[in-house]
């Protein structure tokens, strides 16, 4: 049943694809021999069936590129290119049928393709090399894309809510400078995150009688994260904190210097946005 549906579909979509061809081609012959213009597709049936026939022909290849693209988001080169070819042979089949159009010399219409098909070049070769610049940055990312990141609550204490973040490289080479520049969490149920502090619980006596915990602050900061490691932290609410949510993340936002010397900023586990070398941290 499935394979009959693609096959209907696909047989749909060529007979919109040939006759929207037919009906431009046939229009445009129509409107060659019948020398329109405005005045005349105003009262002459034939200028009107052909001027219609040119429209509906448009419309039907239209269709066809826009089902196309919404099946292949990522080739949004292609069917723009598509779209524009379209638009330009439609045009130009309309003005060189116009009856009051003087359609020029042979050289002039040559020189004319030439310069076309140059800036057409041009376009191209540019949105290629944009393509290609593209691949290769998600290329250089790939590594820190191996950096998995997790935060869950991790208790209460004192009747404060602790979180936990875990740093695990699962890529086969370290990571360095990895800095936690913020950390939200929701220490209330329905309420808007706040801003958290990293702490760390040290014993100042070695007897296990007299053991007194003292919370001391963290660090938000790792030197060198290698393959298989995990790094954690522990989070409490910072009660000082009166700014409000930063507009760069919403849980957790931080940078980290892959094993080629590229640093990178990354938002809520969003895609690694790459740091330019003006901008980056002193370590």
């Known amino acids: 049943?499935?394979?009959?549906?693609y096959t209907a579909r696909e047989v749909s979509?060529?007979?919109?694809?040939?006759?929207?061809?037919l009906a431009i081609m046939c229009s445009?012959?129509?409107?060659?021999?019948?020398?329109?213009?405005?005045?005349?597709?105003?009262?002459?049936?034939?200028?009107?069936?052909?001027?219609?026939?040119?429209?509906?022909?448009?419309?039907?290849?239209?269709?066809s590129i826009r089902c196309y693209r919404r099946e292949h988001p990522r080739k949004i080169d292609l069917t723009s290119l598509l779209a524009a070819v379209l638009g330009v042979t439609a045009t130009l089949?309309?003005?060189?049928?116009?009856?009051?159009?003087?359609?020029?010399s042979l050289p002039a219409w040559v020189s004319a393709g030439g310069a076309l098909f140059t800036?057409?070049?041009?376009?191209?070769a540019l949105q290629s090399y944009r393509s290609t610049r593209r691949a290769d940055l998600e290329d250089q990312a790939n590594q820190v894309r191996l950096l998995r990141v997790l935060w869950h609550r991790s208790g209460i204490e004192k009747g404060k809510q602790r979180w936990q973040t875990e740093f695990q490289n699962r890529s086969d080479k370290p990571l360095y400078n990895i800095v936690i520049h913020g950390f939200r969490a929701s220490v209330e149920e329905n309420a808007t995150s706040v801003l958290m502090r990293p702490?760390?619980?040290?014993?100042?006596?070695?007897?296990?009688?007299?053991?007194?915990?003292?919370?001391m602050a963290d660090t938000k900061y790792r030197p060198e994260l290698a393959t298989g490691e995990s790094w954690r932290t522990v989070w409490e609410a910072d009660d000082a904190d009166t700014s409000a949510p930063s507009h760069h993340y919403t849980a957790i936002w931080y940078s980290v210097l892959d094993a080629n010397g590229r640093y990178w900023n990354i938002a809520d586990n969003y895609e690694p946005t790459k740091i330019p070398r003006s901008e980056r941290p002193l370590h």
């Open 1 to 5: 049943m499935k394979a009959e549906r």
């Open 119 to 124: 800036a057409g070049g041009v376009l191209v």
């Open 93 to 104: 089949a309309l003005i060189s049928t116009h009856a009051d159009v003087d359609l020029g």
């Open 13 to 21: 979509r060529t007979v919109r694809v040939a006759s929207g061809i």
């Open 28 to 63: 445009t012959a129509s409107l060659v021999r019948t020398g329109w213009t405005i005045e005349r597709a105003t009262h002459d049936l034939w200028t009107v069936l052909a001027l219609a026939g040119m429209i509906l022909g448009c419309i039907a290849l239209g269709c």
């Open 199 to 215: 702490i760390s619980i040290k014993y100042l006596d070695d007897d296990p009688r007299r053991r007194h915990p003292v919370k």
